[in-house]
């Protein structure tokens, strides 16, 4: 199964902080898969704008298994090639597309939210700044409609998808 995982700088998983091998080298669960628990995880791309990092690779997974909406998990994993376009020109063309996103016909609390997104886009790169901004992007939809934070959320992975070219499901 193919699939995508944002890693930090030298190939390490930004939560378990395991460090994956080189390209084409199997990373391999020594437990069974459980979400957030074991196994090898990985992302299909309704689900890129909630896992950003430094770095975005393809990846093979071997029995993987949707175990939350956009998350794969399977006993094993490896890369397969890194997403060249994921850089910090583009986190920051995002971030700047988040905030955008939710500034037309933002009020209230939700003007509050945009506003704080739109100051942050401007320095965001391919870290946990552009997470940042569209987190707080996704609280502004939602402060102007409930439901707005999931909606905003798949709005923006679709974004990221298109613009990294990163279908996997076809």
């Known amino acids: 199964m193919e699939a995508l995982k944002f890693l930090r700088p030298g190939n390490v998983a930004p939560f ?3 460090p994956w091998p080189r390209p ?3 990373l391999e669960s020594e437990s069974r898969p459980e979400l957030c628990r074991s196994g ?3 992302l299909l791309p309704d689900a890129l704008a909630t896992w950003i990092a430094e770095e975005l690779w393809r990846v093979e997974l071997d029995g993987g298994e949707e175990l939350a909406p956009g998350i794969v998990v399977a006993p094993r994993g490896r890369l ?10 583009t986190a920051r063309d995002f971030a700047r597309s988040c905030a955008e996103h939710v500034c037309a016909g933002a009020r209230g609390r939700g ?6 997104a739109a100051a942050a886009a401007e320095s ?15 609280h502004a939809a939602e402060a102007m409609t409930p439901g707005g934070f999931v909606a905003e959320r798949r709005w923006q992975s679709h974004w990221l998808a298109v613009r990294l070219g990163v279908d996997v499901h076809g």
């Open 16 to 18: 378990a902080k395991v």
């Open 40 to 42: 090898v995880h990985a």
């Open 80 to 89: 397969v090639s890194r997403v060249e376009e994921w850089n910090d020109a």
């Open 111 to 116: 003007a509050e939210y945009a506003a704080d």
């Open 24 to 26: 084409g080298t199997w």
């Open 124 to 138: 965001a790169v391919a870290d946990y700044t552009a997470t940042a901004v569209g987190y707080m992007a996704a």
